[in-house]
């Protein structure tokens, strides 16, 4: 009796407050989301910032080696053109001009290099010749200067250029030094040492570069947006530094002088790894008290430089903090969404248990007697309620999904064979690239370019049509195929905007694929090409201009698709550019040649004026006394000696020997110094020749420049004449001083002239009348 009284106090007992099962399954999911959100949030962060410094330190390292392959790139073109010049000189037995010529071309060839020697040892080019050093050097107007380094004031023997070379027997390269009285730049010298065919040592060749060319690199260098590169030597001399990074005396100052800075941090131990020629990433604060992530390596090729980048440490604070705060923005709108989508994915589930709650509940409800009837009735999910639906569902979702997969697997076939087919076309657009890029003359640019399309991409036809300078037909210049010959014989051509694939192409600028050309209304029959099945043709533009059109014809239909036009537009885009890029050479050249021909009409005529307003004669030396003589070469010598080459012209008594060699400014003759030998019968040498025409080089040189610096003297007065003039009359206070002094400094200027200023004005003005 007690235990069914405490059970039915039980029953009557208020139950205790629940929470809703469709609230707490998305509260505890949602808390424990945002909970791992959060730690994911914090960790990502802390990882990132040593990823980023990570990320940094191989970026830099990477950068530092890239400019370091630049500077050394510009010091190995120097050792490879003294090498070259060692070699010329080790394997032939040059004369003085051989010599010379060989200098002069390489520097021609070799636009990097300022200057370059051969340097023989006492008596070995010439058993008369303590020195022998012919040197020849750029000038600002990228001219090539001559001088014979050889004689006691600049004893060659001494400098490091020679020494070091001859004391290692091996290609030595200097530091960097200014070239006072010479080029008047910094500047670098590679050395390499010459013997003769027994091992003995004969010389030193050289090559000298502007050491501007190597700080240009490191004052170039970009390292984020405050970031810097320097540049030291062995000694911690700043060789280079980005601009506007401190005070700094370039070639002058020392890093190690920085390093006592009272803001400079960890400075002191960066330059002891550089001038100890390490390879390392350091954290450390400049002299401007800036924190800076620096990677440092050394430049090598025996310089003793090393190279360094610095990233300020503010800016990687800031993309953390950047990061950090996309972090938690994409944190809570994942959380937001995931609750909304956990929410409601709850309530799907919740629904179809209520109902079964409801049943049971129906069940407990029933009279106690009843009980086993109805628990022996099975609860069955009918067709129409939730749970079935919920499986039927799942099961229509297990077949779209098996569907989708199958489809995914044929798509991704397609996909991969797509991709395949794809980077072997854009392997073989690149590879087309690289070599026509090297091509500089038109016909041969076209040519190849047809060929190597069609080799490597294995079509029926390529044909390179470019628009006449009517813009009216589109004319063949190029193709590949067994018809190419007989094509490019007839003068093949179609009309613009009306024939053909390549006509539709070159109007509109836009490609245009014919999969079958039975089908196609625009494609023309070529009777030349039976064979063609399908076509593509893709515009070569300049600056949405269109030029010119590239037709590749295949034998099978459906060769080509949308792919298609995106490769092979790159393709022609690539050789449109280089189309572009040799026309422009072209017109380069074309523009210098027309420049140096204006130049030689400029000398002449400003020499012409100058010996008219001189009255200058001809000057004879016999030996005892100068003196004047008249112009009397004949016209025909004249005309020969423009050509620039010497003249032996024997007289008409045959009593001499006379030789003519021309004064040559910029390639046009200026004058002409005679050479006469007493006796006719003996000849002019080759060495002779050559000491004539060096001194007659020198000559015109010399009149070049005096000539130049007497205008350059004229323009000069004339301008300080009109200064003091104009300073003298802006002084005077009064208009009738400001006259006098005005009719004062031209009668000065125009030597005793007569000079009047008078005012003009209007009758309707004169208060008088």
Do not use: C
């Amino acid at each position: 009796m007690s235990q069914y009284t405490q059970s039915a106090a039980s029953a009557d007992a208020t139950p205790p407050q629940r929470t809703n099962i469709s609230l707490k399954l998305p509260a505890i999911a949602i808390s424990l989301m945002l909970f791992a959100f959060t730690i994911y949030t914090f960790i990502s962060i802390r990882v990132s910032q040593g990823s980023i410094v990570d990320t940094l330190q191989k970026d830099l390292l990477e950068d530092v080696q890239a400019k370091i392959q630049l500077i050394q790139t510009t010091i190995n073109e120097a050792n490879a053109v003294a090498n070259s010049l060692a070699a010329a000189a080790e394997s032939s037995q040059y004369d003085e001009e051989g010599i010379l010529r060989v200098i002069e071309n390489t520097l021609k060839r070799n636009e990097v290099v300022f200057g370059s020697t051969i340097a023989y040892e006492p008596y070995r080019f010439d058993s008369e010749l303590y020195y022998w050093s012919p040197y020849y050097n750029r000038t600002p107007e990228n001219e090539l200067k001559f001088t014979q380094l050889g004689n006691p004031e600049y004893d060659y023997f001494k400098w490091d250029w020679y020494a070091k070379p001859k004391e290692r027997n091996a290609p030595a390269l200097s530091a960097p030094y200014y070239d006072f009285g010479g080029g008047e730049i910094w500047m670098i010298t590679a050395s390499a040492p010459f013997y003769d065919k027994n091992g003995n040592f004969m010389g030193v060749a050289t090559a000298d570069i502007a050491f501007s060319q190597t700080q240009k690199i490191v004052s170039d260098i970009q390292i984020g947006e405050a970031g810097y590169a320097f540049l030291i030597d062995s000694n911690s001399v700043i060789l280079g530094i980005g601009e506007g990074r401190g005070d700094f005396d370039v070639m002058v100052d020392t890093m190690r002088h920085a390093a006592f800075a009272n803001a400079a941090v960890n400075w002191d131990v960066l330059i002891d790894e550089m001038t100890a020629g390490h390879t390392g990433f350091i954290e450390a604060t400049d002299s401007q008290g800036t924190p800076l992530y620096v990677a440092y390596a050394p430049v090598g090729l025996d310089t003793g430089w090393s190279l360094a980048l610095g990233y300020p440490r503010e800016e990687i604070l800031e993309r953390t903090t950047r990061l950090q705060r996309t972090l938690l923005f994409y944190t809570m709108l994942v959380v937001i969404i995931f609750g909304v989508v956990m929410y409601l994915f709850t309530r799907t589930i919740t629904n179809p248990l209520n109902q079964l709650t409801r049943v049971a509940s129906q069940i407990a409800a029933e009279d106690p007697d009843n009980i086993k009837d109805q628990l022996a009735e099975p609860i069955q999910i009918e067709t129409q309620d939730e749970l079935e639906d919920l499986a039927i569902a799942f099961n229509k979702m297990s077949s779209h999904l098996r569907q989708s997969l199958e489809n995914l697997e044929v798509k991704v076939a397609e996909r991969t064979e797509g991709l395949e087919r794809l980077t072997t076309d854009l392997r073989t657009v690149s590879e087309v690239a690289r070599e026509i890029a090297v091509i500089r003359d038109m016909d041969t640019l076209l040519n190849v370019s047809a060929n190597l399309i069609r080799e490597r991409l294995r079509y029926y036809h390529v044909g390179i049509f470019l628009v006449d300078e009517f813009g009216e037909y589109a004319v063949l210049r190029a193709a590949s195929s067994i018809a190419a010959e007989q094509m490019l014989a007839s003068h093949y051509r179609l009309k613009v905007g009306e024939t053909g694939l390549v006509g539709n192409v070159t109007r509109t600028g836009q490609a245009y694929i014919a999969l079958d050309v039975g089908k196609d209304a625009v494609h023309f029959q070529n009777p030349f090409l039976p064979g063609t099945r399908s076509e593509i043709a893709l515009p070569l533009r300049s600056h949405s201009i269109t030029f010119g059109a590239l037709d590749i014809q295949a034998n099978l239909p459906n060769a080509f698709d949308e792919d298609d036009i995106q490769t092979l537009q790159i393709l022609a885009d690539l050789l449109a550019a280089s189309i572009e890029n040799v026309q422009l050479i072209q017109k380069v050249e074309e523009a210098l040649s027309e420049l140096t021909r204006a130049n030689r009409v400029q000398t002449h005529q400003a020499w012409q004026t100058a010996v008219r307003r001189k009255g200058l004669s001809a000057y004879e030396y016999d030996g005892m006394q100068i003196r004047a003589m008249p112009q009397n070469l004949p016209p025909n010598l004249a005309k020969r000696l423009e050509s620039g080459q010497p003249i032996v012209a024997p007289q008409q008594d045959e009593s001499k020997n006379l030789l003519l060699v021309p004064l040559m400014v910029l390639n046009e003759a200026v004058g002409v110094i005679g050479l006469e030998k007493e006796d006719a019968a003996t000849t002019w040498t080759d060495e002779e020749i050559s000491i004539a025409r060096a001194a007659a080089n020198r000559a015109a040189l010399t009149l070049e420049n005096a000539r130049l610096l007497e205008e350059s003297q004229k323009r000069a007065a004339k301008e300080r004449t009109i200064f003091e003039a104009t300073d003298r009359i802006g002084s005077a206070l009064s208009v009738e001083n400001i006259l006098q002094t005005t009719a004062e400094e031209l009668e000065k200027a125009l030597r005793s002239s007569e000079v009047v200023i008078q005012f003009t004005g209007h009758e309707e003005n004169d208060p008088t009348g």
